[in-house]
């Protein structure tokens, strides 16, 4: 059964000038060389802090922006360097939600004019038959028809969110990336987000790749998770794998900072010193070497590959091949 998305070394570059003469161009490497897959039905979880490239990523598998290299092979097709055109058709199977429901609905138009921009984008020019879908979409996501023709100022944080679900929802798409989708909003009303996305998931078979920092948001929701350090995956695996014994130092220390049940409450605190390093001067070898409390003197050299090891995908020297047998 081949997968439902397969990214194959995905890169994007984003060019700067730099130095006197501007001569030199040099590249911000936001997305450098991700290889992951996901099945139909599943959750895959991209965690990281922020600037580590999750919503780079995110946008680049839809085409929203134009990769520098890689291949994302969607429903067996390679959608890098298909036509504006064939992009937009691809775009019924594959949606976007954005993390901010203010900035991302426009509130110079009411949600009959919001969603039906997706329809008639797609040939459904008829006004009865849109509206039929709209309050259909709208009651799906916990909405209903009589607000069919409020502005988004109208509406709360969660739900101006249900309207961006409903956007992403109304063409009937197999994939979702979902941006921080709650990340803007009260904790009160996450859950309510969060249910409401394991609701449709089940009730459309949809698959989601869940951008997030919320490390405990993402173990509700994921199946399988990638860890992104400075746009590479640092480690990836299923959720209870990875959660219960996550390897890179990295992953480690995001997992200590969450509160989530037993058996893993038990984990001690790791403080990372530092910000994630600038991504224009990623530094030599292991781009985690100068926050990590665990680094070698290879590790300041050698740039570690994803091996495998204990059931999970992981970058880092503690793990290479030659290595496993002391730690492992
Ligand atoms: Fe730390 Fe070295 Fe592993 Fe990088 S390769 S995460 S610096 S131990
Ligand atoms: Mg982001």
Redesign the pocket.
């Known amino acids: 059964n081949s997968p439902l998305l397969d990214v194959k070394d995905l890169k994007k570059h984003f060019p700067i000038r730099s130095g006197l003469l501007k001569r030199k161009t040099r590249f911000v490497k936001a997305v450098d060389g991700i290889t992951f897959s996901i099945g139909e039905g599943e959750t895959v979880g991209i965690v990281g802090e922020s600037g580590c490239g999750k919503s780079t990523m995110g946008r680049t598998l839809l085409q929203l922006i134009e990769p520098t290299e890689g291949e994302v092979v969607f429903q067996g097709k390679n959608l890098v360097g298909l036509s504006t055109k064939e992009i937009r058709e691809v775009r019924k199977d594959m949606q976007m939600v954005f993390q901010d429901p203010y900035s991302s609905l426009n509130p110079r138009l009411n949600v009959f004019e919001i969603l039906s921009e997706p329809l008639t984008t797609h040939g459904i020019r008829d006004k009865q038959k849109r509206k039929e879908m709209i309050s259909k979409i709208l009651n799906v996501v916990g909405l209903n028809e009589g607000q069919m023709f409020r502005y988004p100022h109208e509406f709360s944080g969660g739900q101006r969110q249900r309207i961006g679900i409903a956007r992403a929802l109304i063409l009937h798409p197999k994939l979702i990336v979902l941006d921080e989708p709650v990340s803007a909003l009260d904790v009160s009303i996450q859950s309510q987000i969060i249910n409401l996305l394991q609701d449709l998931q089940e009730e459309f078979g949809l698959t989601y790749i869940f951008i997030s920092h919320d490390l405990s948001v993402v173990y509700q929701l994921c199946n399988k998770i990638c860890v992104m350090y400075l746009g590479k995956i ?1 480690e990836m695996g299923d959720v209870d794998t990875l959660y219960e014994n996550p390897l ?3 992953t480690k220390s995001l997992l200590s900072a969450v509160p989530i049940p037993d058996p893993f409450q038990k984990r001690e605190r790791i403080i990372l010193k530092g910000d994630v390093p600038n991504p224009a001067a990623p530094p030599p ?5 100068p926050r ?5 003197d ?3 050299q050698v740039r ?1 590959t994803l091996q495998s090891c204990q059931g999970l995908q992981v ?5 290479q091949d030659e290595s496993v047998s002391k730690h492992g």
């Open positions: 640092v890179h130092p990295y070898g292991c781009a985690f070497a990590c409390p665990e680094v070698m290879i590790c300041h570690p970058a880092c020297h503690l793990f």
